[in-house]
């Protein structure tokens, strides 16, 4: 466990303590095995998903950061930190319209990749 290490080099980096700029990230998925510490024993806030494709990478960044006119459906869908609310109705509303809105906005095909899709919960390490 390099946790200690971690924090170590997270303080160096915000030596600064009036603007720190780095945090500890958690992820955490039911399909994909993320290398990782052993976070059980840890605080996190969980901030929200992003809905990943192993090849493709995110929903959210190649949907609506890059085309959000072709969001406007559902935007209620992101939270103030840029992810996927953690609520799978919204995940689900969310992929459709992307399947919708792929050929008019020009957004990466998924075709043939459904089943390396993974919703992705992301969170900040409490310390």
């Known amino acids: 466990?390099?946790?200690?290490?971690?924090?170590?080099?997270?303080?160096?980096?915000?030596?600064?303590?009036h603007f720190p700029l780095n945090e500890l990230i958690a992820f955490r998925s039911e399909v994909t095995h993320i290398r990782s510490f052993d976070f059980t024993s840890r605080e996190i806030d969980w901030i929200g998903t992003d809905l990943i494709n192993h090849g493709l990478g995110s929903f959210l960044l190649q949907g609506y950061f890059t085309k959000p006119e072709a969001f406007i459906s559902v935007k209620d869908c992101i939270?103030?930190?840029?992810?996927?609310?953690?609520?799978?109705?919204?995940?689900?509303?969310?992929?459709r319209v992307y399947l919708e809105k792929t050929e008019e906005f020009d957004l990466e095909p998924i075709d043939g990749f459904e089943e390396s899709m993974d919703s992705v919960e992301i969170g900040r390490v409490i310390l």
Do not use: H, M, Q, W
């Not at 200690?4 to 160096?12: G, H, P, T």
């Not at 992810?83 to 992929?95: G, H, P, Q, T």
């Open 1 to 17: 466990d390099n946790f200690e290490e971690a924090v170590s080099v997270l303080n160096y980096t915000n030596k600064y303590p």
């Open 79 to 95: 939270n103030t930190n840029g992810l996927l609310v953690s609520d799978k109705e919204a995940i689900e509303r969310y992929f």
